[in-house]
């Protein structure tokens, strides 16, 4: 005897109906391709070798995580972040902050949105938010992507996204951006935005729910989804980020999420995306930590990661000359391993990591104390250097922000000359 059809269950039937209708009508229409668009690299002839830190953000006391940056259209940068309380609660916010290149300074950290806002604009409840990241279209709009999550954890996020006609200084009202049509959760962004030759956006995310796999979206200049493409399956990797090598060619790094050994995940196209390499394990180790890299105009790449299996306690910048079948680590960024982890021991050491990043702070016990509060648990203290967001500027230099210590995020400006100094040295050492 046939079960009778409830409302509930007919309204689920119907969803999945219409799932399934649209992923069939996305099968036979496919977009056109389009390739990769390389940014302009105007690298200056006599930059010297160079390589300045700072603090980017400002605010003590709180949990400050996934900072993202992007290139203004005068050469500025601007960089942006999430902090609160802790991460995932209500009172979180995105902030924002530009660095001025010529003055070598950072402005004053104000703040993009917050959990209020974005849920008025979405008309619907949002529980927190996080992960923003930006790119600056092929119009000069600039585009903000952010986490959002209604309900449950990370997995059930969606992605947020606005934008700017005057480089950060004002924004729309947000709105959140439909890569399913079935539920729409799931879907996160961590990697840097690229464009390609037709304007359109290429937005790295990656899913949580259920499975953990990349992904990549590809997004028209109105904000409309082009396309998705599924870039791993199963449990195996998360973040992608594109390092982009020439119009047809790029590698693609995640982070490792699978089994043993830990290693980031690479994967290469050679068409523009339309196919991908089968994902496999790199040579370099990962400690399911976020990565961050950029293709050099000469063909080299270059990452910062956690070249770790286990903990957050080492950053370093790693590079390939033969597109990824081998790296070289060429500088520690940080590397506090076999440190000292008690509360008095730990205070020492964060405040002279706070003097050794900005020279001109006069009183580093605030930077400890911030320090301490995210990252020390009763007698027991741990360091962390995480979530590296890397990018080359029109003028060739590097720019790379990453997590210090939950408290904090750092700011590494390198000229093109450095890294070869450093290269030079790691291949000589």
């Known amino acids: 005897m046939a079960l009778p059809v409830t409302r ?16 069939f009508y996305k099968s036979l229409h496919r977009p056109e391709p389009a390739s990769f668009q390389l940014p302009a690299i105007r690298e200056a002839a006599q930059a010297a070798p160079e390589m300045r830190t700072r603090f980017v953000s400002s605010r003590r006391n709180i949990a400050t995580h996934a900072a993202s940056l992007v290139e203004l259209g005068d050469g500025r940068i601007r960089a942006f972040w999430f902090a609160g309380s802790k991460e995932g609660a209500e009172d979180v916010t995105i902030q924002t902050a530009v660095f001025d290149p010529v003055r070598g300074q950072w402005g004053e950290e104000t703040s993009v949105t917050d959990r209020d806002k974005t849920q008025r604009a ?35 996020s969606s992605i947020t996204a606005m934008t700017s006609n005057d480089d950060g200084a004002t924004w729309s009202t947000a709105r959140r951006l439909v890569t399913s049509p079935f539920i729409n959760i799931s879907t996160l962004v961590k990697g840097a935005p690229f464009l390609y030759d037709d304007g359109s956006i290429g937005l790295p995310a990656y899913h949580e729910f259920i499975g953990k796999f990349g992904e990549l979206l590809r997004i028209a200049p109105d904000g409309s989804i082009i396309d998705k493409q599924r870039l791993s ?18 590698m693609v790094v995640m982070r490792h999420t699978g089994a043993a050994p830990k290693r980031v995940i690479a994967m290469t196209t050679n068409d523009a995306g339309r196919h991908w390499s089968t994902p496999a394990k790199s040579a370099l180790a990962n400690p399911d930590a976020a990565v961050a890299g950029v293709a050099l105009p000469d063909g080299r790449l270059l990452m910062a990661l956690n070249d770790t299996e286990t903990n957050r306690e080492v950053l370093s910048l790693a590079a390939s000359a033969d597109g990824g079948a ?34 001109s702070i006069t009183d580093p016990s ?43 995020i750092k700011h590494v400006r390198f000229t093109r000359a450095w890294l070869d100094q450093q290269m030079k040295a790691a291949t000589h050492g």
């Open 8 to 23: 509930g269950r007919a309204l689920l039937l119907a969803l999945i109906a219409v799932a399934f209708s649209a992923a």
């Open 122 to 156: 979405l008309l619907r409840f949002v529980k927190k938010l996080g992960n923003p990241v930006a790119l600056r279209a092929a119009d000069g709009t600039l585009w903000l992507y952010y986490v959002t999550v209604s309900v449950g954890g990370w997995a059930g």
């Open 233 to 250: 399956s199963g449990k195996l990797a998360i973040q992608p980020v594109m390092l982009i090598q020439n119009p047809q060619q790029a």
């Open 326 to 359: 081998t790296w070289q680590t060429v500088y520690r960024l940080e590397d506090q391993r076999n440190q000292a982890a008690d509360p008095a021991s730990y205070a020492r050491i964060t405040a002279q990591l706070a003097t050794a990043t900005d020279s």
């Open 366 to 408: 605030g930077y400890a104390a911030s320090a301490q509060r995210s990252k020390c648990a009763g007698q027991s203290c741990g360091y962390e250097f995480s979530y590296p967001y890397l990018i080359q500027a029109h003028n060739g230099d590097f720019h790379l922000v990453y997590t210090w210590n939950r408290s904090f």
